[in-house]
């Protein structure tokens, strides 16, 4: 059904035997265990949502998906996951897009590589994200457009993306790769690193091919994002006359967003949903 669209897609050099994962996890990351009290629960009520099946350019990846129930048009959100994968969590933020009356789709980027929701080892999890090739990434964020335009109920003229952690990163480099995207808002996502042959380019490195207007929410007490390298980032984007922004919340730690741990901050979380509804609105993603 969408083979004119994957026509378009970069092919990476894989084969169908490469899939690891063909499902998504049921509940919650194991390395995140217990789940917090204060975990939101979005019920899908009034949506359609569940896991399909996006075909990409060397076979299938699982997703999941979560849109109104009832209409079409829907502008469409990527939704990209923590280091955790697609867990709970996750599925949960593509049911809040769509109660909002979004087509909210989240692939699991590490399909090929292995399932780090059964894991509890960081180090096992750094392992098998350390193999994810961000050309892969954007190869299969690309098929995710196409998969959400084939379903005839998406509006992919009206593209945005989000993502956490891991995923926050990859928002800053899809913004740079994709012309057709019109808004971004990053999480806490990693703005400089070591590069290696798979991960060639931080945001840092991007930030003159950015193609859609990028929101970066940080904290200033995350351990794994010096204050200094959001400064850096806040003045690359100044200098290169690109129409980003950063947000840094006093005293907030990673994962501020993420209500299902420990690191979750109420009003931080909150404050920055607003923020991504209004620059999504402001860039005509609504």
Excluded at 2 to 28: C, I, N, Q, Y
Excluded at 112 to 117: C, E, F, H, K, N
Excluded at 166 to 192: D, E, F, M, Q, T
Aim: net charge neutral.
């Amino acid at each position: 059904m969408h083979e004119d669209l994957l026509s378009l897609l970069p092919k990476v050099e894989l084969t169908r035997r490469d899939f690891v994962v063909s499902s998504l996890a049921a509940g919650f990351a194991l390395a995140v265990q217990p789940v917090s009290a204060a975990t939101i629960t979005t019920d899908a009520e009034g949506l359609e949502a569940g896991e399909v099946r996006v075909p990409v350019a060397d076979g299938e990846i699982p997703a999941y998906r979560a849109m109104p129930a009832k209409g079409s048009g829907f502008p469409t959100v990527l939704v990209v996951q923590e280091i955790f994968g697609v867990h709970e969590h996750i599925k949960d933020v593509c049911r809040r897009f769509a109660k909002l009356g979004y087509f909210a789709i989240a692939p699991e980027m590490y399909a090929r590589q292995g399932d780090v929701s059964k894991l509890t080892d960081f180090q096992e999890i750094f392992k098998i994200v350390s193999k994810v090739p961000d050309k892969q990434v954007m190869s299969d964020l690309d098929a995710a457009v196409a998969y959400a335009k084939g379903t005839g109920k998406a509006d992919t003229a009206k593209l945005a993306i989000t993502g956490f952690c891991w995923g926050g990163r990859i928002v800053w480099l899809y913004s740079a790769h994709n012309p057709g995207l019109k808004a971004g808002v990053a999480w806490y996502g990693r703005l400089v690193g070591d590069k290696t042959e798979l991960q060639p380019k931080y945001p840092i490195d991007v930030v003159g091919d950015l193609k859609a207007p990028v929101l970066g929410l940080y904290g200033e007490a995350d351990q794994g994002i010096p204050v200094a390298s959001v400064e850096k980032m806040r003045a690359a984007l100044k200098a290169a006359g690109k129409p980003g922004e950063i947000v840094l919340y006093p005293e907030t730690p990673h994962a501020f967003h993420a209500d299902y741990r420990p690191s979750y901050r109420q009003k931080p979380a909150e404050d920055g949903w607003a923020r991504l509804l209004g620059w999504f609105k402001k860039n005509g993603v609504a």
